[in-house]
Structures are given as C-alpha cells and as structure tokens.
C-alpha cells in the first residue's frame, strides 16, 4: 500500500467512526502533512482517492468537506397562494427586521445586506475622499431631476451587458431601488389599482403598495422557471391588473433566473392586455452565469417595462444610488420622484460614477460572484448537515439569498423568537406574501463570511428546527388520536 493510499484509508476510517461529521471541513493539506510526515502531494493524492470515492468533496479555495450523507433536499414546489386581489399586510414582521438591524450584537442571518468587508471596494473609499477634497460648491447642492449625468452616462453602459440599448437621456437617478420601484408603481397606478406579483415576492415592494392603497394578486411562482404564466394569463382575463412587478433575474427570495422564452412571453401577455411591466434587476449583476442573463427591458419595443436597480446588492446599500429606465412613462416617473425627494444626493453618484469610470466596478463585480458562489457551496452543506430532513431548499442561480420551505405546520413566527433569544435574526416567509402566506418558511442570507460564528448560528437554527419538527408531529399525533 502506497503512503497516499495508507492516509487515504486513515481519514475512511476517521469518517466511518464519526470523528469528521458530514459537511464538516477536513484539516488542511498542510496541517496534514505536518501531522503525518509526509509530503504535500501525498496528502492531496489521498484527499483525491476520497474525492473519487465520493467520501468529501472540494469547494474553491475552502479545502475539504466531508460527503453529505443526507439527500439533498428538493426545491420548493410550485407555489399556491390565493389568487385574489387583496390589501397588503405584515408591516410590523417588516418593522421588527428592519429594527433588528439597529442592534449590533444580533447576527442578521436573514437580512438583504451585501458583503462589504471585501477589498476591492477600497477604490470606492478613496473616490469619497477624492470628491470631499475638491470641495466644489456643486457636491454641496441640489441635484437635477433626472441625477448627474455622468453616472447615467455609466449606468447606460453597463445596461448593454443586459441586452439593453440605453442612453443617459432614458434614465433617471433614484435614491436606491427602492425609491425606483416606488415612483414606478406610482407612475403605472393610482389607489385601489391591481398589481400582480410573484409569489413569494420582495417585501419592499410589498410594503409599497400597502403605503399606495394598491392591492396585491399573487401569482404562483416556481422555483426554477418563475411566475406562471398560465396563472398570470387567467388572472389578467379575470381582474383589471394595471401592472405586474417581477424579480426575474436572481429572483428574491427564490433565486432562480427566469428562462428568456418566459421573459418574452410574459412581455407578449403584458402587452395583450396593456400593463406596464416593474422589473427589479437588483440582483441581475450578481448572477454567477457568464453573460449575465438578459432583462425583460431588453426586449421592450414599446417602451412599457420600467426597470429598476442599484448599487445596493452589488456595492453597498449605504450609498443609496438607484435608477429606473421608465420607457414611456418617463414624465410621470419625474413628477412622482420630484414629489417624493426632489432630487437624489450628489456626492455618492460622483463617487459611483468615479469607481466605474477608473475601472474597478468589474473586477469587484467577479470577486462577489465568485464569493457568492462558493459561499453558496458552503451554506448548502451546512444546511444539508444541521437541518433535518423534511424541508425543501431553493437552489439560487446568483445573489445572496437562500429560501428554505419546512412543513406546512411549522411557525417560523415562533421559530424566530426562539431564534432571538439567542441573538440570531431571520427573515420569516410570511413578510414575503400580501396575505401572511409561507408562515412555514425563511430566507437566510449567505453571503455572510464564511467562519465559526455563521456556522454556529446556522447549526442553532437546525437544531431549533428539528424541536419544533419533532413538536408539530407530537402534536398532530395527539389530535389524531384524540379525533379517532
């Protein structure tokens, strides 16, 4: 027996005997060398013996994790949610997580926010002090209702990745997306209008109707392809819907990317039945597929699709730098922004536009994909590993965001007070939906570093999963009973 194939057997054993659990990561390649007298390579041979036998597996630049030796769990299933128009609820789950922010020592395991520990937004950093140095008067001044034209200048130019042919003149600076969805919806509507939307759905937008009086008909939305459109055709025919809103590039919380088929055909129902189209690509940047996925924008010949995105996801959410491409409802879209801020902060743009323009927006755009992505591989396996079975997990194709379904019965509402007592937030499947649906699931956010303290975190939110698994069944046992 080689000494390759004699380490090989060694770390079998350890693994058969529990000593290394499933999903937990192997010592290094150095430190095992060092352990065991023996060369780089012959450890690396035998961690490939281990691979072939599909004991571990590798994950880019985290080393070795031991095999999973649970299933993974299935995707989510078509969604059913009752396709009504109805009054949007769930402001005060909303309120609560966006409070939990405010508290330094709660790990936000379910929250939207983007990595921002990463060195390539150094470049960033210094263009703020660039722009305070200058001191010119105009930093210090209102912006014009359309924002600075230099940054609409790079935002048209990075929109041609997408398929989209703009120019500065089609697009207006926001402060945030989410100010860009709410003059969009405001621009297409007026109060007591119908919107449809994908089900589970952003809670931002959510929240934005409510504030409106624009009701929500939610549209079943699958993990893989989307909206369905066959249920968005039947309720254009059954309900006056003025527009629909989608997230169809790295969805939130679903993660998926909607075919381009389904893009155009969701256009082509749209423009059979004259609605305006509120697409979200905050998130579309962020995909880890090579061209990015195309936006339903880029296939608008008549100008009804309002894109909306930022810098929120893929810079940083403190910058507060959005834009919409409103097509033909540019004027009302001005009107509404003039009427909710006026005009959006100078120096931030500046110093966005300044980022791009030198060149660094790219190369940080592949370091997060690559992070994301390998963040995912790892998340996956530790979920694999605390959770129980019994649960379906959303397989994303890009961004940060991972939505997990448990079994009908379970309260991710009880779970997530339990959860807070050990300084641990999640984000409850119920802020997700208009009428307090998915009650049963949670958005988690993995694009947190990948350390002890997440791992920990992760592993106590299996584990008080698993008890309140084991409830339900304990109590639907005893009402069983009780009933024969």
Request: charge should be neutral.
């Given at each position: 027996m080689t000494r390759y194939e004699h380490l090989a057997t060694l770390l079998a054993q350890r693994i058969e005997q529990g000593l290394y659990r499933s999903g937990e990561r192997l010592p290094s390649v150095r430190s095992l060398s060092a352990e065991h007298g023996v060369s780089i390579s012959t450890v690396q041979q035998a961690y490939h013996l281990l691979e072939e036998k599909q004991m571990i597996t590798p994950q880019s630049r985290s080393g070795y994790f031991v095999a999973s030796r649970k299933a993974t769990p299935p995707m989510p299933a078509l969604t059913r949610p009752a396709?009504?128009?109805?009054?949007?609820?769930?402001?005060?789950?909303?309120?609560?997580?966006?409070?939990?922010?405010?508290?330094?020592?709660?790990?936000?395991?379910?929250?939207?926010?983007?990595?921002?520990?990463?060195?390539?937004?150094?470049?960033?950093?210094?263009?703020?002090?660039?722009?305070?140095?200058?001191?010119?008067?105009?930093?210090?001044?209102?912006?014009?209702?359309?924002?600075?034209?230099?940054?609409?200048?790079?935002?048209?130019?990075?929109a041609i990745d997408s398929g989209c042919q703009l120019t500065a003149d089609d697009i207006v600076i926001t402060t945030g997306c989410h100010e860009a969805l709410s003059v969009a919806v405001r621009a297409v509507c007026e109060p007591g209008d119908i919107?449809?939307?994908?089900?589970?759905?952003?809670?931002?937008?959510?929240?934005?109707?409510?504030?409106?009086?624009?009701?929500?008909?939610?549209?079943?939305?699958?993990?893989?392809?989307?909206?369905?459109?066959?249920?968005?055709?039947?309720?254009?025919?059954?309900?006056?819907?003025?527009?629909?809103?989608?997230?169809?590039?790295?969805?939130?919380?679903?993660?998926?990317?909607?075919?381009?088929?389904?893009?155009?055909?969701?256009?082509?129902?749209?423009?059979?039945?004259?609605?305006?189209?509120?697409?979200?690509?905050?998130?579309?940047?962020?995909?880890?597929?090579?061209?990015?996925?195309?936006?339903?924008?880029?296939?608008?010949?008549?100008?009804?699709?309002?894109?909306?995105?930022?810098?929120?996801?893929?810079?940083?959410?403190?910058?507060?730098?959005?834009?919409?491409?409103?097509?033909?409802?540019?004027?009302?879209?001005?009107?509404?922004?003039?009427?909710?801020?006026?005009?959006?902060?100078?120096?931030?743009?500046?110093?966005?536009?300044?980022?791009?323009?030198?060149?660094?927006?790219?190369?940080?755009?592949?370091?997060?994909?690559?992070?994301?992505?390998?963040?995912?591989?790892?998340?996956?396996?530790?979920?694999?590993?605390?959770?129980p079975c019994g649960i379906c997990v959303s397989r994303p194709q890009g961004g940060f965001l991972m939505w997990i379904e448990l079994p009908e019965a379970f309260d991710a509402v009880r779970l997530n007070r339990e959860l807070r007592e050990s300084k641990i937030q999640i984000a409850v499947g119920s802020l997700f939906s208009a009428s307090g649906k998915y009650r049963n699931c949670l958005r988690l956010n993995y694009g947190l570093p990948i350390n002890e303290q997440t791992e920990q975190a992760l592993a106590l939110v299996g584990a008080a999963v698993e008890r309140a698994m084991l409830s339900c069944q304990h109590e639907t046992q005893i009402s069983a009973s009780t009933l024969a």
């Amino acid at each position: 027996m080689t000494r390759y194939e004699h380490l090989a057997t060694l770390l079998a054993q350890r693994i058969e005997q529990g000593l290394y659990r499933s999903g937990e990561r192997l010592p290094s390649v150095r430190s095992l060398s060092a352990e065991h007298g023996v060369s780089i390579s012959t450890v690396q041979q035998a961690y490939h013996l281990l691979e072939e036998k599909q004991m571990i597996t590798p994950q880019s630049r985290s080393g070795y994790f031991v095999a999973s030796r649970k299933a993974t769990p299935p995707m989510p299933a078509l969604t059913r949610p009752a396709q009504r128009p109805v009054e949007v609820t769930q402001w005060d789950a909303v309120l609560e997580l966006i409070n939990s922010r405010l508290e330094d020592d709660v790990l936000q395991l379910g929250s939207g926010m983007p990595d921002l520990t990463q060195p390539t937004l150094k470049p960033l950093w210094k263009a703020f002090s660039r722009q305070a140095q200058k001191q010119e008067i105009a930093l210090l001044n209102y912006d014009n209702l359309y924002g600075v034209l230099a940054l609409r200048q790079q935002v048209a130019r990075l929109a041609i990745d997408s398929g989209c042919q703009l120019t500065a003149d089609d697009i207006v600076i926001t402060t945030g997306c989410h100010e860009a969805l709410s003059v969009a919806v405001r621009a297409v509507c007026e109060p007591g209008d119908i919107i449809a939307v994908e089900s589970p759905s952003f809670h931002g937008i959510m929240q934005t109707l409510r504030g409106f009086g624009i009701r929500a008909i939610e549209i079943p939305t699958d993990a893989v392809t989307g909206i369905s459109l066959e249920a968005l055709e039947l309720a254009f025919d059954q309900w006056p819907i003025k527009a629909v809103v989608v997230v169809p590039n790295c969805n939130n919380p679903l993660g998926f990317i909607m075919p381009e088929p389904r893009k155009r055909a969701l256009l082509a129902l749209a423009q059979r039945f004259d609605a305006a189209v509120i697409e979200d690509d905050v998130y579309g940047e962020l995909a880890w597929e090579y061209p990015r996925p195309t936006t339903i924008k880029a296939l608008d010949l008549d100008g009804r699709v309002l894109l909306c995105s930022s810098f929120s996801k893929t810079l940083a959410p403190g910058l507060r730098v959005g834009w919409v491409a409103p097509g033909r409802y540019r004027d009302r879209v001005l009107h509404m922004k003039y009427i909710v801020t006026g005009s959006t902060a100078t120096q931030p743009q500046h110093a966005v536009s300044e980022f791009i323009r030198q060149g660094h927006y790219q190369p940080h755009l592949r370091r997060m994909r690559q992070i994301y992505h390998r963040n995912y591989e790892t998340f996956s396996c530790w979920v694999r590993h605390y959770f129980p079975c019994g649960i379906c997990v959303s397989r994303p194709q890009g961004g940060f965001l991972m939505w997990i379904e448990l079994p009908e019965a379970f309260d991710a509402v009880r779970l997530n007070r339990e959860l807070r007592e050990s300084k641990i937030q999640i984000a409850v499947g119920s802020l997700f939906s208009a009428s307090g649906k998915y009650r049963n699931c949670l958005r988690l956010n993995y694009g947190l570093p990948i350390n002890e303290q997440t791992e920990q975190a992760l592993a106590l939110v299996g584990a008080a999963v698993e008890r309140a698994m084991l409830s339900c069944q304990h109590e639907t046992q005893i009402s069983a009973s009780t009933l024969a």
